[in-house]
């Protein structure tokens, strides 16, 4: 075929350049994306769910999103009429600013703030802005996989301390008791969205379903409390308690992950057991949001170490008010407790009662009303967000969102492997990656 | 370090050992294929579909480069070469602005000239070994990606092979022009930390090994002293 060495060489030599070029345009994906023809249930109407099915519509797939409760937004919310400003009962921080959310903030021109308002301290029965002893003890490398509290006493902080770590547990939706000091360090090296916690003039909950969620209204069924998901055929069959059924190609289940643990949906067949154990290693306790309105500003900014409420909030941070709003920020067994309660009005009494003893009875006095949004209550959510677990392990999360038999696909903020569970952007960066998926899966 | 590094790589430059010298100074198109980087980019863009303006592949950009023939007594000439390229990818989405910018810096040593057809015909190659890094940093509106209190910022490094075909015109005695192109692959290239810079995101791609192809075509200008 070659006549001479040479002109062997020539032909190979230029034949390995058009290889190289070939192989770099196949990678790059430009020559043939795999289109994915079939329908998609998404099981859940948070920010997950209306995320993805934002996505498969601008992909032209068909899809329903089943969502359980009688409205879309899970753990994000808005409550109006309650003061002079629209507030977001779920979800109402953005961590960081460099993630799609702090794009989408950009692009739709939201007006947000950085939240960095100074702190004060319930500590040994006063209010004081700098606690005697240092309690960042957390953000170190190869912490033992002890809860926040066991690890605090390990580390010589006396029992006074326990209120203020409890605070430190509630910002990560958990109780102290429960928190692994090891894995909260462990997969918060992989955070990348930036610094600062921001707050929405506006609300955090319009962002997303001002701009998605009404995209994609039309494919929403409410009030379908999903009970079976089939995949033991080529289609994957979903009933609900109403006795609905919905056939799909592919189910992609956005729930919170209190759902999946209580085996409210049974799988058939039942889910792999490396799977479900992955689930029950994952964390998620109870959380309470309390707003309450006073006459007069006379509190903290932030107030942390409340033996009821570990951890306030002023709400009106970042809003254009006139009105003066708290909000108890209720995680773990605080939360428990307080939503063992008979009314809303015991819960509000026993908060006016903490906050009359940190401030001489200037709550009860200034009180104009409150609202409570008890998301342990909350049949389809039970709890505030995903934590790291004492007892779990770095691949815990990997294995729950594992997809299953190549139809089941698993998202929300608790699926989130990159160090961003907890957080919308990171419930939204699960959306992609499993439509992602989904689009290979052909 | 750094200031040793350049030391050393300036006496290779400008030895004065060498018995014969023949320096080179080259510059051009160069294109860069990293399968993991466009992914992720591809990713993040298949991801934001509000987005406008997407966000271009890290593939066009240009080099400079200088090489320095040298032939030590009784023993066949060599390249040194030490080349420079730069590649940008910028979506101007009018109230929000994403560039990447990505340096890239390689050092090989080279194998003599073979003629391709016979000898003292213009076409010639080349092959060489050397090392391909990068630095990957990504701005927003115009700053600096942050993310605890340093930028968001990837290095990369790898062996890297490199084949080049090129074509001599002598100007007159002591200068040449040759056009030329050169491939070059590194085939195990590290690059931990690009998806935090082109995805803001980290864990959602395999991205520490992958491989990394770049072809350069320019021109070059050789001066025999």
């Known amino acids: 075929m070659f006549d001479s060495r040479r002109k062997f060489l020539k032909a190979a030599g230029l034949g390995s350049l058009a290889l190289f070029f070939l192989s770099s345009c196949k990678k790059l994906g430009l020559s043939s994306k795999k289109k994915f023809k079939g329908n998609v249930i998404i099981i859940g109407g948070g920010a997950a769910g209306i995320y993805a099915g934002y996505l498969l519509k601008e992909l032209g797939i068909e899809f329903t999103i089943l969502e359980a409760s009688d409205k879309m937004g899970g753990r994000m919310g808005k409550l109006t009429g309650f003061s002079d400003y629209p507030i977001d009962l779920g979800a109402q921080w953005m961590h960081g600013n460099q993630s799609i959310v702090g794009e989408m903030v950009e692009l739709f021109q939201a007006d947000v703030s950085l939240d960095d308002t100074e702190y004060m301290y319930w500590f040994e029965n006063e209010l004081i802005p700098t606690l005697p002893k240092s309690v960042d003890i957390f953000d170190k490398d190869g912490l033992p996989d002890l809860s926040f509290a066991d690890f605090a006493m390990q580390k010589g902080l006396s029992p006074s301390y326990l209120p203020i770590i409890e605070s430190l547990a509630g910002d990560y939706g958990a109780d102290a008791s429960d928190l692994s000091a090891r894995w909260v360090y462990e997969e918060e090296q992989n955070w990348s969205s930036g610094e600062g916690d921001y707050k929405f003039k506006e609300t955090f909950y319009d962002l997303i379903f001002s701009n998605f969620g009404a995209q994609v209204a039309n494919n929403v069924t409410v009030n379908s409390i999903v009970n079976t998901i089939d995949y033991s055929s080529d289609k994957v069959l979903v009933s609900t308690n109403s006795g609905q059924q919905f056939s799909a190609d592919k189910v992609l289940i956005t729930v919170p992950i209190t759902i999946l643990q209580s085996n409210d949906i049974s799988f058939v067949p039942p889910l792999p057991v490396n799977k479900t154990t992955a689930f029950s290693k994952i964390g998620m306790g109870a959380g309470m949001k309390v707003f309450m309105k006073f006459s007069s500003h006379f509190f903290a900014d932030n107030i942390y170490g409340g033996a009821v409420c570990a951890a306030y909030f002023n709400d009106a941070i970042g809003k254009n008010t006139a009105d003066h709003v708290l909000i108890a920020f209720v995680m773990g067994q605080q939360a428990e407790a307080l939503s063992a309660m008979n009314s809303d009005q015991s819960i509000i009494n026993a908060l006016l009662a903490e906050l009359d003893t940190m401030y001489n009875g200037q709550a009860s006095a200034n009180f104009l009303g409150a609202f409570v949004q008890d998301y342990f209550k909350a049949p389809f959510i039970r709890g505030a967000y995903s934590y790291s677990k004492v007892g779990m392990n770095k691949n815990t999360r990997a294995i729950a969102a594992e997809s299953v038999n190549s139809c089941l696909f698993f998202g929300g903020e608790a699926m989130n492997l990159n160090g961003h569970h907890q957080t919308v952007h990171g419930a939204i960066e699960t959306a992609y990656r499993e439509v992602m998926k989904i689009m290979k899966e052909v | ?225």
């Open chain 2, 1 to 225: 370090m750094k200031n040793r590094c350049f030391f050393v790589l300036s006496c290779f430059f400008l030895s004065a050992y060498a018995s014969a010298q023949n320096y080179r100074i080259g510059l051009g198109y160069s294109f860069l294929n990293n399968s993991q980087w466009n992914q992720t980019i591809q990713l993040y863009n298949d991801s934001r579909p509000f987005l406008e303006e997407k966000q271009p592949l890290l593939q066009n950009g240009f080099f400079l480069s200088l090489d320095r023939m040298l032939k030590i007594e009784n023993k066949h000439p060599f390249s040194l070469s030490l080349a420079y390229s730069f590649f940008n990818s910028k979506a101007d989405n009018v109230v929000y602005v994403s560039k990447i910018n990505l340096h890239a810096l390689t050092f090989s040593f080279n194998s003599t000239k073979y003629y391709l057809i016979h000898k003292n015909t213009p076409l010639t190659f080349s092959f060489g070994a050397g090392i391909m890094s990068n630095y990957l940093e990504r701005n927003i509106n115009p700053n600096a990606t942050i993310n605890d209190d340093y930028p968001i910022r990837s290095l990369g490094i790898g062996p890297m092979l490199n084949l080049n075909f090129s074509y001599d015109i002598a100007l007159n005695k002591g200068v040449t022009i040759s056009p030329f192109v050169q491939v070059s692959f590194a085939p195990y290239y590290y690059s931990p930390g690009a998806e935090k810079c082109l995805n803001l995101t980290q864990g959602l791609m395999e991205e520490s090994w992958n491989n990394t192809l770049n072809i350069q075509a320019g021109l070059r200008f050789s001066c025999i002293k």
